[in-house]
C-alpha cells in the first residue's frame, strides 16, 4: 500500500474544475436579471476581478478607510488570547472565507506557528489572482506554513472542505465581509457555516461596528477616488467579460449611509439617458438620466445585534475583542 503524500496543492480552483463558461454564463444572467430588475441592482460579489482586487488593496491603504486598519490593531493586540483560544484542541482546519491579501491572518498565523499549533491554513476567495499572490507571499514570509489556497465563492468551498477535509475546524470570516449580506442573507449564511460544522468547532467573525455617520461616508467616498474607480470597474468588467458598450464615463458613484438601518449603500447613477448594449446577454438595457444602478450594501452593527444573529445560527458567543476606539470587532463563536 502506497503512504498518503502529505504535499498539498499549492492551489485548487473550483470555479475551473470542468465547468467551461459557467461562470462567464452566470455573470452574464445576473446582469441581466439586475438589469431588468426595478429598481436596477448589481450584487458586490463581481466588485472582484484582477482590476477589482488591486483597486480593494488601494482602498484599504486609503486614509478614510478605518476599518482595516482597526481591525490590524484588533487582530495585533489580542493575538496570543486570540491564538489560544483556536488552538487550544489539537489539530484543526483553519479556513479563511474571503482572505484576500491576509494582511490581518498573516499576524494570526505566525503567532500560531510560534506557539507550534498543529493546522492547515485554507484560505478562500473568489479571486484567483488574490489566491496567487496570497500562495507565494505565504511561502516567503512564513515558511513552514501549511497551506493550500482554494478559488471559489463561499457555498462551494463549504462543500469542497466538508468533502475533503474532516477534523476540528476553525472558520474565520474577517474584514466585514458579512457586512455585505442583507440581513436576512447573512442569518442564512451563519446557518450555511454552520451546518458544515460541528459542534466545538469556532468561527472568528470580524464586524464593522456602527459610528460616527461622517467617518462611514467619508470610508466609501475618498477624497482620491479609489472607492469611485472600484464601483466604477463593475461597468468595465461588463465591457471586457460581457462585450458591453457601457460609456463609463456617463455614471458616476454615489455612496450614503442610512444611520438607522446602520448600512452604506453605494450607487452607480447615470448622468444621461442612455442604452447599453451588452453583447452575452444578447440585449440592450435603458437608463433614464439620473437612473441608479445598486451595487453595494455594507451593514454595520451593534454588538447585541451580533451576539444576537449569530446565536440565532447554532452559535454561542464566546469572546468579543475591540480596538480602542470601539470602532470594529472580532468575534469568537463556538458551533454548539
Ligand atoms: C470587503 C466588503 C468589507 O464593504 O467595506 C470597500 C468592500 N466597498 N469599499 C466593505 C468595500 C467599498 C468592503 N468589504
Redesign the pocket.
Known amino acids: 500500500m502506497e503512504l498518503k503524500t502529505t504535499t498539498l496543492d499549492p492551489l485548487i480552483n473550483l470555479t475551473r474544475k470542468e465547468n467551461g463558461n459557467k461562470d462567464l454564463t452566470d455573470f452574464a444572467n445576473h446582469v441581466t436579471a439586475g438589469l431588468s430588475h426595478t429598481p436596477k441592482k448589481l450584487s458586490?460579489r463581481y466588485?472582484y476581478d484582477g482590476p477589482g482586487s488591486a483597486l480593494?488593496q488601494q482602498?484599504?491603504e486609503l486614509p478614510e478607510?478605518y476599518?482595516t486598519r482597526c481591525e490590524y490593531e484588533v487582530i495585533t493586540e489580542n493575538k496570543s488570547a486570540i491564538a489560544a483560544h483556536l488552538a487550544s484542541e489539537g489539530f484543526f482546519h483553519l479556513i479563511d472565507l474571503?482572505a484576500?491579501d491576509a494582511l490581518k491572518t498573516k499576524i494570526l498565523l505566525k503567532e500560531l506557528q510560534e506557539r507550534r499549533a498543529a493546522f492547515e491554513y485554507l484560505p478562500v476567495d473568489i479571486s484567483e489572482d488574490a489566491m496567487q499572490q496570497l500562495s507565494s507571499s505565504l511561502e516567503k514570509e512564513i515558511p513552514g506554513l501549511n497551506h493550500q489556497a482554494v478559488v471559489g465563492d463561499y457555498n462551494d468551498s463549504l462543500e469542497w472542505l466538508q468533502q475533503n477535509k474532516s477534523g476540528r475546524k476553525v472558520i474565520l470570516f474577517l474584514?466585514?465581509?458579512i457586512?455585505?449580506f442583507e440581513h436576512e442573507e447573512s442569518l442564512g449564511f451563519l446557518r450555511k457555516i454552520r451546518s458544515h460544522l460541528e459542534p466545538g468547532d469556532s468561527l472568528l467573525m470580524g464586524i464593522?461596528l456602527r459610528k460616527d455617520p461622517d467617518t462611514i461616508l467619508r470610508?466609501?467616498n475618498d477624497f482620491a477616488g479609489v472607492?469611485a474607480a472600484?464601483?466604477l470597474n463593475l461597468l468595465h468588467r461588463i465591457n471586457r467579460e460581457l462585450g458591453g458598450n457601457f460609456d463609463v464615463n456617463g455614471f458616476i458613484h454615489y455612496?450614503i449611509y442610512n444611520p438607522q438601518e446602520g448600512v452604506?449603500r453605494?450607487y452607480l447613477v447615470s448622468k444621461q439617458e442612455q442604452d447599453v448594449y451588452i453583447q452575452a446577454t444578447g440585449r440592450s438595457f435603458h437608463f433614464n438620466a439620473w437612473e441608479a444602478i445598486h451595487t453595494?450594501?455594507?451593514y454595520k452593527y451593534t454588538l447585541p445585534q451580533i451576539q444576537a444573529m449569530v446565536e440565532a445560527s447554532g452559535f454561542t458567543l464566546e469572546t468579543i475583542f475591540q480596538d480602542k476606539e470601539g470602532c470594529f470587532a472580532d468575534v469568537i463563536f463556538h458551533a454548539v
Do not use: Q
Open positions: 458586490s466588485f480593494f482602498i484599504m478607510y476599518p474571503g484576500g474584514g466585514s465581509n457586512g455585505n464593522d470610508a466609501y472607492t472600484f464601483n455612496p452604506m453605494s453595494e450594501s455594507s
